[in-house]
């Protein structure tokens, strides 16, 4: 039977060039996504689609009643890591998502439209935002 040759570490005959691989550099690609900014992006046009069904009201009166909270925990989520890590970044996205929460909140208690409430709200909370981001700036 035979076997193949295996090569010995004596033999001082020089590697084919055909076995060496050549490693060439990799070519940058076209372009660049920045995941952070698509998923603001994406969220944008969720939450802007969400609105526009809210305002026709089609959406089932269960969803109006959860969707409060479905917006609430992650803004809550991301105002409290963003403090955590004492990051200003995060806060003025947390704290506008939190203003929409809260006006989605009063829309579902039946006290005030979303229409009548978003933009006042939402600038309340921003503020906010902003006051608490000046706070984590001064302390850095």
């Keep these: 039977m035979n076997t193949p040759r295996r090569p010995d570490d004596t033999d001082d ?6 076995s060496r691989r050549v490693l060439l550099p990799k070519a940058p690609p076209p372009f660049t996504v920045n995941r952070g900014w698509l998923f603001i992006v994406a969220a944008l046009i ?8 809210i305002n026709l009201n089609v ?7 959860w969707l409060p909270l479905v917006v609430l925990l992650p803004a ?14 995060g806060v003025l996205g947390g704290a ?6 809260l006006s989605l909140l009063l829309a579902a ?19 906010a935002g902003l006051f ?7 302390g850095a």
């Design 13 to 18: 005959t020089p590697p084919d060039d055909l």
């Design 46 to 53: 969720i939450l802007a689609v969400g609105l526009v069904l």
């Design 59 to 65: 959406l089932p009166p269960v969803v109006m009643t």
């Design 76 to 89: 809550l989520l991301i105002i409290l890591i963003a403090v955590a890590r004492r990051s200003p970044r």
């Design 96 to 101: 506008a998502l939190l203003g929409i929460a």
């Design 109 to 127: 208690q039946g006290v005030a439209a979303v229409g009548s409430t978003l933009v006042g709200i939402t600038l309340v909370t921003v503020g």
């Design 132 to 138: 608490l981001r000046g706070l984590l700036l001064r």
